[in-house]
């Protein structure tokens, strides 16, 4: 990660002074022109990567704020200047919540249907509330989470600091088929392999004699892994929780995985969507046979051409918007 510093002098007493005041978080400091930048390295592992996407995407926006602490993630120390402190935090939880979902206790109802139904509605749940309701930027991953809250309308003071940044986590390269050094055939990315909900479709995909393997608990070097399967199959963890994973299906488009997913509410947000392969969970296995057997036609079929390359350029300019929106916010906080 490239950053702008200043001496090494006086980095090395900012990490001497902050390390010494919270021994329980190595932070890394950057000095940013006159602004001083702490973020966590080592933050939640399961969302690190995007999180550090988001530390490199702000740090390399210019012109950076004037004068000023930053604080990305939900940490808490004291910086050796006077300069006002802005916190910056993420919202990484699935916000699409179905009525008695876990953890869903006092979610308000929202206005996104569930399915077809006129009569049911996704809760809107947000975890560490209170958390983020005091943070000065929220980022999110999910383009439905931020559809979901702004469109209840009950979370106005938050819907005012919430900003998304497509996971672009890695170098998409076009027009690329190297099937042959993809020795991972069919994988899941189970974190939990015996939540209900996942046993039963493993269960279901086993009877129709098709084997994924599932790769878990691996949360570093995960695009060596994407650069090597050839499919990835996604379904949610539970029949309740319906955010879509964009953490994982997004970058491993990007290393040139097909992707087979469950459809997800709000997916006609998601500008890379036509670039998936959807289906009903019931549905899931004949498609997945299909693809299997005619892997070619499909690897072809969404990344031959310029279509998938032209809307990750879109993608990142969006991101590059994004950017600037929140430094312009920053900087509007400041004055």
Known sequence: MKFHRKTVTIALHLQSFIRNSFRRKQLHITLLNNAVLAYYPEYNKTVRDYYLYCVNKLSSTIPFPDRCNIIFGPFKWTFPNNYKTIRILLQHEHTLVKSGGRHSDGALKGVIPVGHSNDETYLVRIADYKELIHGDIVIDYSKANIVNIISSGYFNILSKKLFHFWPLLYQYNSGYNNSQQRDLSLITMFGNPDEPYRKIFI?????????????????????????????????????????????????????????????????????????????????????????????????????????????????????????????????????
């Not at 090597?228 to 994973?245: A, F, G, S």
């Not at 469950?262 to 296995?285: S, V």
């Not at 809307?311 to 916010?329: C, E, M, P, R």
Request: net charge negative.
């Open 203 to 335: 269960s279901t995909l086993n009877s129709y004699g098709i084997y994924p393997e599932n790769i878990n608990r691996s949360f570093n070097n995960v695009e060596s892994i994407y650069r090597r399967t050839k499919i990835l199959i996604n379904i949610r963890q539970t029949n309740t929780h319906h955010t879509l994973e964009e953490l994982r299906i997004l970058p491993a488009l990007l290393c040139g995985t097909i992707v087979i997913s469950e459809t997800a509410p709000l997916k006609e947000t998601l500008l890379y969507n036509e670039y998936i392969l959807w289906a009903a969970l019931e549905d899931l296995p004949c498609l997945i046979m299909d693809v299997v057997n005619n892997y070619e036609y499909y690897f072809n079929k969404i990344f031959g051409g310029k279509k998938l390359s032209e809307t990750v350029d879109v993608l990142s300019i969006q991101n590059n918007i994004t950017a600037a929106n929140i430094i312009y916010a920053i900087n509007d906080l400041l004055h």
